[in-house]
């Protein structure tokens, strides 16, 4: 399918941009942790503490993304939309296992639980191509006006794997599944907030959020880290309405501050 959409450039290219900010950063850890591994000293003049005696943390992140592909397969048409996706939120982890596993797998399992007060959805004004059921060729175009959908969401169920090298490692890579759940004030893909909608093409304030990420923690003094990271989510609402379009792929990218004891 193909669409004649207009884009909002600045909200992809600063993505992007933070992307490749952490492929630098994890570059950059993995060639300072081999410096540390030869010379036998941080880089940092001020000692950090075993990551072993750090138990908990609690810290705020901010996240941004979109679905690199996002098509609506209503039941009497689809086409191709840009998402802008935004939220912010705090995090708060308990280290549940001791360090143990291989060479290249060892680390620490953490619960974690992500309460995200602040989450919202751009839609961009743009042009959409129309196709009807069987149609190769777009039938119309139609123009479609911004708005956004707000909402809240809690990820309770995350396990993260942190990576530890060594007992005093500074880079610490993550990686980490979760389930959460998902509440907009409005229904949520396509913003139907009108009962008068026909339940078909209904879809659900409540949604759910599979999904897996991937970062690092870097820690700058003895119990704070800066954490960088990118993230895959799907969003869908489980058949809780006839309609479930759902959005397969999210990715986001997302900064984050903690404070560990």
């Not at 679905?67 to 308990?94: C, D, I, K, N, T």
């Not at 175009?141 to 809240?152: D, R, T």
């Not at 060594?166 to 980490?176: D, G, I, K, Y």
Request: contains cysteine.
């Amino acid at each position: 399918m193909r669409a004649q959409v207009h884009r909002v450039g600045f909200g992809v290219s600063a993505f992007l941009s933070l992307f490749f900010g952490i492929i630098v950063s994890c570059a950059a850890s993995v060639t300072v942790d081999a410096q540390q591994s030869s010379n036998g000293y941080a880089v940092n003049s001020e000692p950090m503490e075993n990551s072993i005696h750090r138990s908990w943390q609690i810290g705020g992140f901010a996240v941004g993304g979109f679905p690199p592909y996002y098509a609506v397969h209503a039941p009497l048409l689809h086409y191709q939309e840009e998402l802008l996706f935004y939220s912010a939120g705090l995090e708060a982890g308990r280290m549940v296992t001791a360090i143990h596993g291989p060479d290249f797998l060892r680390g620490r399992g953490e619960a974690v639980v992500e309460m995200i007060p602040y989450w919202q959805v751009n839609h961009p004004a743009q042009t959409v191509a129309v196709y009807l059921p069987g149609s190769s060729a777009p039938n119309y175009s139609a123009g479609v006006g911004a708005y956004s959908i707000h909402g809240a969401s809690i990820t309770p169920l995350q396990f993260r794997w942190n990576f530890l090298k060594r007992n005093t490692s500074r880079f610490v890579p993550w990686v980490q599944p979760g389930f959460g759940l998902l509440w907009t004030n409005q229904d949520f893909p396509q913003g139907y907030g009108d009962a008068a909608v026909p339940p078909i093409v209904r879809t659900s304030h409540i949604n759910f959020t599979p999904q897996v990420d991937l970062g690092e923690n870097i820690y700058v003094h003895r119990n704070q880290s800066v954490s960088l990271g990118v993230q895959a989510i799907h969003i869908t609402n489980f058949g809780l309405t006839t309609y479930d379009p759902g959005v397969n792929v999210i990715v986001e990218f997302r900064a984050g501050y903690s404070w560990w004891r």
